[in-house]
């Protein structure tokens, strides 16, 4: 199955969230998009707040 999508419209294309399937049709497979960019991030929270 291909997707076209063809607009004279200006308006931007809806697509609810990173796993959309519009967003699937309109760009392709999601794996030609994610990458690991190598961040790692930890939190805590300690006695005083922060």
Do not use: K
């Amino acid at each position: 199955m291909t997707a076209r999508i063809a607009s004279s419209s200006s308006r931007p294309l809806g697509a609810d969230g990173v796993h959309s399937r519009t967003r699937a049709l309109a760009f392709g497979p999601e794996e030609r998009f994610v990458h690991d960019l190598g961040y790692r991030i930890s939190a805590r929270r300690t006695s005083s707040g922060w």
